[in-house]
């Protein structure tokens, strides 16, 4: 047992699973610039009030997943971000973005920090990719993030994902329904476990959250929030099912769902995948107006998002099949010293094959010709180039194709320019 380990909930992430991080970001960055989203990058910790105001303090994140401390010279507590939304918020008004454009198109790709019992697809640190949508909340606005996020899944082969949807309504609209939660519960406030009788004073809302399969038979039978909807937030729904139907995207009405926090109003969506098991979400997210006045801006600020978790989206990946065929990226050429006291050359000749932009790979530690072929056989390389004596005196090298045998003798130059001939593609190996 090696003297130090990861920390627990933390992660090492090898080169073949990276091959699978970069695949997938690679997609994100794809299909976020085709529907004109830009990247954003925030600090990996904020000030601990942003997260109390922003997300809210009944929620679990607040209340007990946070990683605070206080290195702040006057004694102000800093968090590391255990969501990305309201940091981007705190960004935009601090730059003041809108002022300059009426709508920002954002997107991430970012590491975060929750004190959650590790498991499969849930660490203290995790990455997630997301949206944000700022300056609009229209249902159109709403359906283009929710299109963007069924795009990658698309892009990535997923198949068998469900997208849950449901309207919170507005303010109002909860107000009358927390009411009508407050008064069920109440009612059955003996069979509530503790963390549900805390959240019947503060926010009853966050018991149709609860994962206790108890809880979850009492919740069957409360009321319905669309039962206490407005006639505004029901047209609204009813516009955002319009438009993704007309695109195509499958989705399915739940009344129950709520999300984990408190800034939502109106739509809010789930992705689960039945892959996963009992914690089957692999994102999610909604519309938040009011964020930005929590934040201390004047006024509301439309805005619509959403997250998902990398890790347990690679878990449904993996399960899929979908990683088979991807692998970290092989070398296109092998250099294969025939006699070792030419390594100072084959160094030379590895770096301008490099800096003509081809991928190359060059024996470091002293091994025979033997062992350096079958180092080029394992790291899948498509090419062997030799160097020995005649090489080196002729200025002509022996290129061989690793995938049908075949051989040539060339230039070094002429090497270089046929490795970037389109008709050698099929002599790669895929």
Do not use: C
Request: hydrophobic share 40%; no cysteine.
């Amino acid at each position: 047992m090696p003297q130090y380990q990861a920390v627990k909930g933390a992660r090492d992430i090898f080169p073949e699973e990276a091959a699978q991080w970069k695949y997938v970001e690679g997609v994100v960055h794809s299909v976020a610039s085709l529907y004109g989203f830009s990247e954003i990058r925030t600090p990996v910790f904020e000030y601990t009030e942003l997260f109390q105001r922003g997300i809210g303090a009944t929620t679990d994140i607040v209340g007990k997943e946070m990683f605070s401390f206080q290195p702040d010279p006057n004694g102000r507590s800093i968090t590391l971000r255990p969501e990305m939304t309201a940091g981007v918020m705190r960004a935009v008004l601090q730059k003041n973005l809108l002022a300059s454009a009426p709508l920002h198109k954002l997107y991430y790709i970012s590491e975060l920090f929750r004190k959650e019992r590790p498991q499969a697809g849930r660490q203290r640190q995790f990455s997630q990719f997301g949206a944000e949508l700022l300056g609009a909340s229209s249902p159109a606005a709403v359906a283009e993030v929710i299109s963007l996020m069924m795009h990658v899944f698309e892009s990535l082969g997923l198949h068998g994902l469900r997208l849950r949807i449901n309207t919170l309504g507005g303010t109002e609209d909860r107000m009358r329904y927390r009411e009508a939660l407050r008064g069920y519960f109440s009612n059955h406030h003996t069979s509530l476990d503790e963390a549900s009788k805390e959240r019947l004073e503060k926010n009853p809302l966050r018991i149709l959250d609860s994962k206790n399969p108890g809880i979850q038979e009492i919740v069957s039978g409360a009321p319905r929030l669309f039962d206490y909807l407005g006639v505004e937030a029901v047209g609204d729904f009813e516009k955002v099912l319009f438009y993704l139907g007309e695109r195509g995207i499958a989705f399915e009405i739940d009344y129950r769902l709520v999300r984990g926090l408190d800034y939502y109003s109106y739509t809010a969506f789930e992705v689960t995948s039945s892959e996963l098991g009992a914690q089957d979400a692999v994102g999610g997210g909604g519309r938040y107006d009011g964020l930005s006045r929590e934040l201390g801006s004047s006024s509301d600020i439309p805005a619509v998002g959403f997250a998902v978790g990398i890790e347990r989206l690679l878990m449904t990946m993996e399960k899929q099949g979908l990683f088979a065929a991807l692998t970290p990226d092989a070398p296109l050429v092998y250099v294969i010293l025939q006699q070792q006291e030419y390594s100072d050359h084959a160094m030379r000749v590895a770096y301008r094959l490099r800096k003509a932009g081809i991928r190359t790979e060059v024996d470091l530690v002293s091994r025979s010709m033997k062992s350096q072929m079958r180092e080029a056989n394992r790291v899948r390389s498509s090419y062997a180039l030799f160097i020995g004596e005649n090489e080196i005196g002729t200025g002509q090298y022996t290129l061989k194709n690793l995938v049908t045998s075949d051989q040539t003798t060339l230039s070094l130059d002429a090497i270089i320019e046929i490795l970037h001939e389109p008709a050698m593609k099929e002599y790669v190996k895929s």
